[in-house]
RNA sequence: GGAGAGAUGGCCGAGUAGGUCGAAGGCGGUCGCCUGCUAAGCGAUUGUACAGGCUUCAAGGCCUGUACCGCGGGUUCGAAUCCCGCUCUCUCCGCCA
């Protein structure tokens, strides 16, 4: 959430910012309830200040032999009064509460003006798109014909947007998450975590998912359990309520995890194929950083994301969002884009965002510069490192060969016991 | 799932016939002294949030008050201490991958 202080000193900025996300905030209301419950506060400390004092008179009087009636009296008025404010201050706090937790974060000063996806900023490109002699095909009819991608089956047995993998295909979905792990803990220096899929409401506040998005989340009926829609949530929620040495930071994590996705809303758009499904396996990276190194990072992180492209040869782009595109939690956010040549299209496989301390401040995380110092929040990043589906996807439409079989990247092949080529059985 | 025990400050750990407890003591941290250096020793200091006031160009600093001893409620003039509900942890039993 954003700080409440910009709010108050500065609400033309924060009005600024979220203009340009295409947002009118009700800012008004906001600083009047924020300056009632400041009245309110004033009174009732007061109150109770008197109530300490001659509570502790009254202790004295009693220990002296005394039975001070009067004062008793007068402090039973008094508890009540205070009971009645404090009363008031709950209610307008949790109305004040409810408005901070539904606006999002304001974009970075870098971050380019646009309404949408049409107005983001293409900043580099990684890679030939991929050339074929013959038309290249789409995932899903190579996945099938391989017998590794079973739609139907899934649809069958789950419902709509599920899948099964099997053979290469479910080996292929490993080994991409191994690699993946692999890269990011050998090479980048992030710490593995196995989080829970299954998380509290408190931590899916925490990263931004509640109170407003409710309805793109699975819920467990019953319980106060939802599913992970990314293991940024539990990852990011590790720290929460705590205070880090500063002598930790920056913390790289890296977690493989399944996702879960209601996409309430998105009937009809990409439907086909591994594109948009009700559960997808992720790797997910998740930074936290002192504020001053947060945007370095985030570059670093990025890079680290696209490294997993290059090594396995897919053609991409890297585009930054523009204010209006951005995520409810992100500062700015850097989404790659990996080629799909039977569409002709770039699609995201990786979202890469620094939220500064949005995320922190609603997670209660906070690092001690110093010994000496006081805590302050750090900012958290996240990013795909990367959708595997997406890159099963990729890799099936990017080296597929004209007779239906895949060539699978020689960086895979060690995780896929020497494997060269996904072909049909018995060709 | 059944039975029992517990939850106190960065950590460990006192404190329950309700009042002077934001909380003993220890560890750790910080500052100073001492030592040629290091270690040891001595002394001082050391929570967070919110509100108000003072101060600074600012970062920040100072003062006052309030709240916080797992969470939420209750009793009381007054609750870490009493009562109720909940959560979590540990031990034993059952079950289970």
């Not at 959430?1 to 295409?22: A, F, H, Q, S, T």
């Not at 404010?85 to 870098?110: C, F, G, M, Q, Y």
Request: hydrophobic share 35%; glycine share 8%; net charge negative.
């Amino acid at each position: 959430m954003l700080d409440i202080k910009l709010l108050r000193d500065n609400p033309e900025l924060v009005d600024r910012g979220l203009k340009r996300r295409g947002l009118a905030a009700p800012l008004d209301h906001f600083l009047e309830l924020d300056a009632r419950r400041r009245s309110l506060l004033t009174e009732v400390e007061k109150l109770k200040h008197k109530r300490n004092v001659v509570s502790e008179e009254i202790g004295k009087l009693k220990k002296a032999g005394k039975e001070p009636v009067e004062l008793i009296a007068e402090m039973r008025e008094v508890s009540q009064r205070i009971k009645a404010l404090d009363e008031e201050i709950r209610a307008v706090e949790e109305e004040l509460d409810k408005e901070l937790l539904t606006l999002p974060n304001l974009p970075h000063s870098s971050v380019p003006d646009g309404s949408g996806p049409e107005d983001n900023v293409v900043v580099r490109t990684w890679g030939e798109k991929t050339s074929f002699s013959f038309t290249p095909r789409p995932h899903w009819e190579i996945g099938e014909e391989l017998g590794i991608i079973d739609f139907e089956r899934g649809s069958k047995v789950a419902g709509a947007r599920f899948v099964f993998y099997r053979g290469a295909g479910a080996r292929l979905e490993r080994a991409l998450i191994n690699f993946m792990l692999d890269l990011h803990i050998e090479k980048h220096g992030y710490t593995e975590v196995f989080p829970p899929y299954l998380v509290n409401s408190q931590t899916m506040i925490g990263t931004g998912q509640l109170p407003k998005f409710a309805e793109d989340m699975f819920h467990v009926t019953g319980t106060d359990y939802y599913l992970i829609p990314t293991a940024e949530v539990p990852v990011t929620n590790l720290y929460r309520d705590e205070i880090l040495d500063g002598d930790l930071l920056p913390i790289y994590h890296v977690a493989y995890s399944a996702c879960f996705r209601a996409e309430a809303g998105a009937a009809g758009r990409e439907t086909r194929g591994l594109i948009r499904q009700h559960q997808f396996n992720k790797v997910e990276l998740v930074k936290f950083t002192r504020p001053e190194d947060s945007y370095e990072e985030l570059e670093k992180m990025t890079r680290d994301a696209e490294e997993v492209l290059r090594l396995l040869g897919l053609p991409y782009r890297v585009v930054v969002l523009c204010a209006g595109d951005l995520g409810f939690s992100a500062a700015k956010t850097y989404d790659i884009e990996v080629w799909f040549p039977a569409a002709g299209t770039y699609r995201e496989i990786s979202s890469c965002s620094n939220c500064e301390d949005f995320q922190a401040r609603r997670a209660n995380i906070r690092f001690r510069p110093s010994p000496k110092e006081k805590p302050r929040y750090v900012h958290t990043l996240n990013g795909s490192g990367v959708a595997v589906g997406r890159t099963l996807a990729a890799i099936l439409e990017n080296y597929q060969r004209e007779d239906g079989s895949v060539v699978i990247p020689p960086v895979l092949r060690p995780y896929m016991g020497g494997q060269e080529v996904i072909a049909r059985k018995g060709s």
